[in-house]
């Protein structure tokens, strides 16, 4: 037997597990029974919106990952990962794993933040020789602007006295900001290499909209941190205007990653939302020119009355086009009948709930369990096939057996 | 691809289906995926007791069934089997088919019944030349003693005056009765025929617990009714136990089937317990002398703590003695773990409820599509391992789709 050739390209459990999550669990579901050398898998978790856009692009695209310190919202180093798709090509910045909310628990003041670290790993990325960084624009605890990463990567924030500003204590002191100078930073950038921003929603710096209003900051900080923050933050936005050429605070995307999107503009970096960008990453038209075995996807719910644009579906349609069978494992087969799953295309389905009575594991245990029983189908069908070659043998197995046990 | 070769050994599922429905249903289930040509099916349903002996053995043997038409308890002619295992040599009687309760639904006068028509069966079987009979003595309608199946067989039934009694009519009849002259019977009977009367439980004739004290007599005879059936059938006895040298009313198994085991000791039957019985026709062990792809088995309830008896699990054993696979479709699996399911020896398993959320159908139905999901899977596997032989087609055809797609 050669190789099970098995592609795994699930969605998320809602509120429960994201897809590159369902996708490791699928894994170890099919590892259960087919060790490596019988099956080779390779995972393309799908993006259907929400948070977990680089997680699934890195998971889907085989990225390498590089995993350093760099210095947290609150400037102490902090383990961070950098990765790289296309061959080394592009890498991969996702500002949530870096400097994203969790930061925010136990913090003295979410006010008093630096998104440096991501400057740091822009270097990186830079000194690697990529030519494109993908930056996943999560929710971020670095609400400055930009301006930490800015000066990581030698940009210069100077005051009424010439003196640089010192801003990885926190955005308030960009109130005394007067120039914003470029000169120095990183000689790759804004020449070499192309930025692109990924974001959720494109929200704006400042106003009663903008970062300082963000609900950590509101639910943690005192009043008057929140005003300083925010008259600091129009400040920068007034002094970047004057190089961008417009209103930054009020922009729609310079407000993204606590305005982690201001400093990203004046990179020169391009906007595109997670959407647009997945539609470009996740290549599903591709992935099946592989003549795989059969493709497992998985969704919380799965019913022929669900959008046409929902992914799994897509995925099993895809599949059907390619001639290769579909198993879908969910948590809800939203149906009357199973013929109607057939007739999309699936081609056999494993329920979570369709396992012992009494379930003890929650829902990653319950997809693992799934897929297992649907390998232990399959493998069934695999050595029923194989039998054809020397049906003689087992003949003789179960005789010798029958001796020894009677 | 040869034929699969599948065997289907499941039990009843409680209270909804009995074992050779089950079977039915897993073949319908095995159907939908895999034709004739493609899967050669055994039934082989469990008998764990209960009403479905005969209905099981016949399956289990791969009955010659044979219809037509014998007299009702009420003496009108309706539909019946007579079937033929063992190359023919052995008949099965199933009582419960031919005069059971179903009868009495709308019946003038419970009483006045008639075990006739098992009789006539009786004769037929002998006519066709076998030489042991099995008659599976379940519920009746016939509530006489086995008067009417004596008279049918050439028996006569004299009073006082030395004429012949008629009791088609009913038992109330035999209270006149004098002398049972067995001289006549058919000439095969009781020298070259085996008689094996297979019983549920040893009910006694007369008495209280007797067979006029029938909850189907109770409900719906007058009072003047049950009392002269009770004390014509203790005439029967009496005259019966000259012959038999017992005392027929209280001898166990007399009462069994409305009395019809007093008729058979007349004839000279062995009376043998189902479970005992079942020992013998239901033979497991050599089942597995076929080289099976898998086995399938059905139960309700699937635990690793339940008794070692269950026949499912010991189907489970024997298949993994004989190193073929057993998958087990249940309406519950009554685990915690999966793995413990595993540990039984039970290669995957399908659950009735792990369809769609919504399912419309009734437990025949879900077991089927229980059953065509397992066997979608094990149609993967089988592809899978088709693929082996030309890899290369499938590539090709791959981007002939996409062509045309595109």
């Not at 795994?8 to 490596?36: Q, T």
Request: hydrophobic share 40%; glycine share 10%.
């Amino acid at each position: 037997m050669r190789q099970l050739q098995i592609l795994v390209a699930p969605s998320g459990f809602n509120n429960s597990l994201e897809s590159d999550e369902v996708a490791d669990c699928i894994e170890e579901g099919i590892r259960r029974v087919f060790p490596e050398k019988s099956a080779f898998i390779h995972k393309a978790p799908l993006y259907e919106g929400g948070n977990n856009f680089s997680r699934a692009l890195l998971s889907f695209n085989d990225a390498k990952i590089h995993y350093f310190d760099v210095n947290s919202p609150f400037y102490y180093p902090t383990p961070a990962y950098l990765a790289f798709i296309n061959g080394g090509s592009t890498a991969v910045v996702d500002v949530a794993a870096a400097i994203g909310p969790q930061f925010f628990v136990d913090c003295p003041d979410p006010t008093a933040t630096t998104s440096y670290g991501i400057g740091e790993l822009l270097v990186a990325a830079l000194e690697a020789g990529c030519t494109k960084i993908i930056i996943d624009c999560g929710e971020s605890a670095a609400l400055d602007g930009g301006a930490g990463m800015l000066q990581a990567l030698g940009a210069r924030l100077i005051d009424a006295n010439g003196k640089d500003i010192i801003t990885i204590g926190g955005a308030p002191e960009l109130a005394r900001l007067v120039v914003i100078n470029l000169n120095n930073i990183h000689p790759r950038l804004r020449k070499e290499i192309c930025i692109e921003a990924v974001y959720g929603t494109r929200s704006v710096l400042c106003g009663h909209n903008g970062v300082a209003f963000d609900d950590h900051v509101l639910t943690r900080a005192s009043l008057k941190q929140v005003e300083d923050l925010s008259l600091a933050l129009e400040e920068f936005a007034d002094v970047a205007g004057q190089i961008l050429r417009v209103n930054v605070g009020n922009e729609p995307g310079s407000g993204i990653s606590g305005g982690l999107g201001t400093g990203l503009m004046l990179l020169g970096a391009q906007f595109r939302s997670r959407r647009s960008a997945a539609d470009e990453y996740f290549d599903f038209e591709t992935l099946f020119d592989k003549p795989w075995d059969f493709v497992i996807t998985g969704t919380r719910i799965f019913s022929s009355e669900i959008s046409k644009a929902n992914m799994p579906r897509k995925v099993v349609k895809l599949a059907q086009k390619h001639g290769v069978p579909a198993i879908v494992v969910a948590e809800t087969i939203a149906e009357e009948r199973t013929a109607d799953i057939y007739k999309e295309g699936v081609s056999s389905f494993m329920t979570t709930y369709g396992g012992p009575a009494f379930p003890q594991g929650k829902t990653n245990e319950l997809i693992k369990d799934a897929v297992q029983r649907a390998m232990r189908m399959v493998q069934i069908g695999i050595s029923s096939s194989q039998d054809q070659i020397e049906p003689q043998v087992k003949g003789i197995e179960s005789a010798i057996t029958k001796l020894e046990l009677d």
